[in-house]
Structures are given as C-alpha cells and as structure tokens.
C-alpha cells in the first residue's frame, strides 16, 4: 500500500502543480475587487451586468443548437457510412479518426477560403453572424458524435436487421425500432462530449470574425485583456469551469453506461 502511495504521490504533485494550483489562484482572484480586500462584488458586478447574462446566453442557445445539429448530421453519417455500401468507407471511417486531431480554427479557416469575402464561392454574410459560428460548430464537431456511433453500430447484431427486412419493414422503420434503440447510448455520450466542448469553444468564434457574437470564453478574453478587469474575468472563468465541470461528470456517467 505505502508503495503504491509513493508511485502515486509524483503525478499527483504535478497535477496539483500545473492544474490545481493556477486554478485555486484564479478562484482567489475572483473574490478580490481591485479595490482590495476580499468580498462578493466581482461577482455581483459581473452577474449584473447586461454583457454576461448576454454571453451566457449565447453560449448555451449555441452548444446546444450545435449539439442538435451535430446528432442529427452525425447520426445521418453515421449509418450511410456503416450500412450503406460504397467504395471507399472504410477509409472515410478511418478519416474521421484522424479528423479529431485537427484544430478547430484549421476548419474555420477552411468554410472561410470557401464562403468568406474573398473565397471560392463568393461573399456570405452570414460567416461572421451566430448562424455563421453555428455553421462552423456542427462543421468540426460532427465527427465526435460519429466516432463512437460508428463504434455502436460495429456491435450491432447484423441478424436482427435481416430479420426486420425479412418481416417487410422498411429501412425507415428498421432505422426508428433497430437501430436508433441501440445507439442512443452512442448518441447520449457523443452529445454530451459535443455540448462541453462547444460550451468552451473559443477559436471557432475569434477566427469567424462574427460580430455581436460573444460567448464566456471570449468575455473572460475581452475583460482580462481588452478591459485588464481581471477579477470578472476570474469571475466568468469560474462559472464557465463550473458549468463545465457539471457536464463533463454527465458525459462521464453516460459514457460509462453507454461503455464507451
């Protein structure tokens, strides 16, 4: 046992070094007001505040239409690569794996080459609006939501779709009482993934330009170095990190009964 404390002690004081310990000092700032001391007001100015309860809306009404149009797109993927036969899935299937890799502003900068003011297509405004980032978002964050979908769908018993069809059912109603029934686990865990990461997305929005588009990533950016108010922006890090944190233990507890 006490060998086992000491293999443990070394990751645990890196942890406690490099995570813990900037943590714990931001959460201290976030109580101390620029006027000294230590009390409340950061956060009553900052929950105040017409900007945050409007960054805090963006931020949520944007995760979570993301999320809906990632499960929809990526569950649509999803069975067109898995049962649908044509040349190359497998290789798209392994694609989707090196996808995950990339950076989130490399794709943003991708639709903008495509549809921005000088791109291929031609000028779309709406690239720098909500709809623009939104675009974006389901864009990157489709494949998080196909990647364990596809995994799910690997496992599933091939003889109950074959008994299905031999009934007369057709693909729509295999889909709805076959297959969907065995992936919403899949699709619980993918979109939970999908709804933190989306919650704490900052380059899609910095690299889409989108005006009057602020979320609570971007404010905690606009106050600590537009305004140098570090105390709000402690302030907004901690309740993005809260809510964050809430999340992650929901995709955590899905994940584990989904066995992903």
């Known amino acids: 046992m006490n060998r086992r404390l000491l293999w443990a002690l070394p990751p645990t004081a890196l942890l406690a070094l490099f995570f813990l310990y900037p943590l714990a000092l931001v959460v201290q700032q976030s109580f101390q007001p620029d006027t000294g001391g230590t009390s409340l007001k950061p956060y009553a100015d900052v929950f105040a505040s017409e900007g945050f309860r409007h960054a805090l809306?963006?931020?949520?009404?944007?995760?979570?239409?993301s999320t809906a149009g990632c499960l929809v797109l990526g569950f649509a993927l999803?069975?067109?690569?898995?049962?649908?036969?044509?040349?190359?899935?497998?290789?798209?299937?392994?694609f989707?794996?090196?996808?995950?890799?990339?950076?989130?502003?490399?794709?943003?900068l991708a639709l903008l080459f495509i549809y921005g003011s000088t791109g291929i297509i031609g000028s779309f405004q709406f690239l720098t609006t909500p709809w623009g980032v939104l675009l974006a978002e389901v864009t990157y964050f489709t494949p998080f939501v196909m990647r364990p979908l596809l995994a799910a769908f690997s496992q599933l018993d091939t003889a109950q779709l074959e008994a299905a069809s031999s009934l007369g059912a057709r693909a729509p109603r295999i889909v709805?009482?076959?297959?969907l029934p065995e992936a919403l686990p899949a699709l619980a865990a993918g979109g939970?993934?999908?709804?933190?990461?989306?919650?704490?997305?900052?380059?899609?929005v910095l690299f889409t330009g989108a005006k009057g588009v602020t979320t609570l990533p971007v404010l905690v950016y606009s106050k600590a170095i537009l305004e140098s108010d570090y105390p709000g922006a402690?302030?907004?890090?901690?309740?993005?990190?809260?809510?964050?944190?809430?999340?992650?233990?929901?995709?955590?507890?899905?994940?584990?009964?989904?066995?992903?």
Not at 80 to 87: C, E, N
Not at 176 to 179: E, F, G, M, S
């Open 57 to 65: 809306w963006t931020t949520v009404w944007l995760a979570l239409a």
């Open 96 to 108: 989707i794996d090196v996808y995950l890799s990339f950076p989130s502003f490399l794709i943003t």
């Open 234 to 260: 402690c302030v907004v890090a901690v309740v993005n990190v809260l809510i964050s944190v809430g999340l992650y233990s929901l995709y955590r507890v899905v994940s584990r009964r989904a066995g992903a």
């Open 192 to 204: 939970s993934l999908v709804l933190v990461l989306c919650l704490n997305e900052f380059g899609i």
């Open 78 to 94: 999803a069975l067109v690569i898995a049962f649908v036969p044509f040349p190359g899935a497998k290789a798209v299937a392994r």
């Open 176 to 179: 709805r009482r076959v297959i």
